[in-house]
Nanobody, 117 residues
Framework: QVQLVESGGGLVQPGGSLRLSCKASGFTLDYYVISWFRQAPGKEREGVSCISASDDSTYYADSVKGRFTISRDNAKNTVYLQMNSLKPEDTAVYYC??????????WGQGTQVTVSS
């Protein structure tokens, strides 16, 4: 079964850190652009970061640039999102995503990140 499973979310104080994981099963991540999105209550889903398949080049939304780092470990079939200096406005459900021929858009179930004192 082709799927993505996120983990690593939780409750953290402002200024804290979390590392999210996105593990693929049923296929290998090596050949795909992987993206992280987030959706806060009452807001639309927004793109946070993505990493290329070819040269591991990365993209970050302005709101997270300098604080978040995306990386991939093809041996573990996993993509990570290291989140530092977290702010209350980072509170959201975080999803990983890719587009794969034959499957179209694949989304994980999401992992909740709550930044609060």
């Amino acid at each position: 079964q082709v799927q993505l499973v996120e983990s690593g979310g939780g409750l953290v104080q402002p200024g804290g850190s979390l590392r999210l994981s996105c593990k693929a099963s049923g296929f290998t991540l090596d050949y795909y652009v992987i993206s992280w999105f987030r959706q806060a209550p009452g807001k639309e889903r927004e793109g946070v970061s993505c990493i290329s398949a070819s040269d591991d080049s990365t993209y970050y939304a302005d709101s997270v640039k300098g604080r978040f780092t995306i990386s991939r470990d093809n041996a573990k079939n996993t993509v990570y999102l290291q989140m530092n200096s977290l702010k209350p406005e980072d509170t959201a459900v975080y999803y990983c995503n890719l587009w794969r021929p034959g499957n179209g858009d694949i989304w994980g179930q999401g992992t909740q990140v709550t930044v609060s004192s």
